[in-house]
């Protein structure tokens, strides 16, 4: 099966920059989000194809009847209330702002919330507290692990590139992590954010073949971003963040819409029924 997802967040939603990290500042940048949207409703319109939106608590609290438009026709999933990494947080403080997304999202949209995915994919090793908090909020599938190394998160010695049960203090979470192909003995991530941007289509294109074929399962991440070549650069970002930050973003939605031709994607919701979770690999943490 081949998943595709998509961040609900705003242009300015980078996580390693000061200037944007809380929201005391969001409400002043440019609003891009619905034109952004509005372009993913057109290339998966097009393609016929299902997708998990992760979205964002303040996105939904600012922007309601965007998010009720999204659900009204795709599964949607929690990307936390206030874009903050997991271990950033402390353990009450991760719990309040998970609940509370899930709740606004729920009275929101009357779709439930079961699946999340962390901002930055910050959920590691030793983070691994988080999915008690998860389970506790009622999130049954995660899509927060990074099986590489990762600025914010990422778990390099994670695995599978395959849907996986995570074990944890007694906490069985059903997860969808994010594919990888192995060179040279390394995970190497293509299927999404600045990877995808960065990389020739032909490569992707091979890649996702070959993943895909090697475990049933391909996994994407998109956000609104990776696809709006007419969004500002912000001021003061230093040089290496610029690059991955707004490389590629020109080239990116022909080859999202490439990627839908070829390959088949479905939301998170279709793919867990073709599933035999009592077969999956388990990965005790
Ligand atoms: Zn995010």
Same mark, same amino acid.
């Given at each position: ?55 964002? +608590?303040?996105?939904? %609290?600012?922007? #309601? ?5 999204? /659900?009204? $026709?795709?599964? &949607?999933? !929690? ?90 203090? +007694?906490?069985?979470? %059903?997860?969808? #992590? ?5 060179? /040279?003995? $390394?995970?190497? &991530?293509? !299927? ?94």
């Amino acid at each position: 099966m081949n998943i595709l997802t998509f961040d609900i967040e705003e242009w300015f939603h980078l996580l390693d920059f000061d200037a944007t990290r809380t929201e005391s500042e969001w409400g002043k940048y440019e609003v891009r989000i619905y034109e952004n949207v509005d372009r993913i409703f057109r290339i998966l319109d097009e393609s016929n194809t299902k997708a998990t939106f992760f979205i964002i +608590g303040w996105v939904a %609290k600012t922007y #309601p009847e965007l998010v009720k438009k999204i /659900a009204a $026709k795709y599964q &949607i999933g !929690s990307h936390t209330m206030n874009h903050q990494l997991v271990w950033q947080q402390s353990k009450s403080e991760f719990k309040e702002d998970v609940t509370s997304s899930i709740k606004l999202l729920e009275d929101i949209t009357g779709q439930k919330v079961e699946c999340f995915r962390a901002p930055g994919f910050s959920v590691r090793e030793k983070d691994a507290w988080a999915y008690e908090i998860l389970s506790e909020a009622g999130i049954k599938y995660d899509c927060s692990v990074f099986p590489a190394a990762h600025a914010h998160g990422g778990m390099p010695s994670y695995p599978k590139a395959a849907p996986c049960v995570i074990e944890y203090k +007694g906490v069985r979470m %059903k997860e969808f #992590p994010v594919s990888f192909t192995t060179v /040279a003995g $390394k995970h190497i &991530i293509f !299927s999404g954010g600045g990877y995808f941007r960065l990389l020739p289509y032909s490569l992707i294109e091979r890649w996702s073949r070959e993943t895909s074929l090697n475990n049933g399962y391909l996994l994407g991440y998109i956000h609104p971003r990776d696809l709006d070549p007419g969004q500002p650069m912000l001021k003061g970002l230093p040089m290496a963040r610029k690059i991955k930050s707004y490389i590629g973003l020109s080239s990116a939605e022909k080859k999202l819409r490439c990627w839908l031709k070829d390959f088949q994607f479905t939301d998170i919701a279709t793919a867990n029924k073709s599933i035999e979770w009592s077969q999956a690999p388990v990965v005790k943490l």
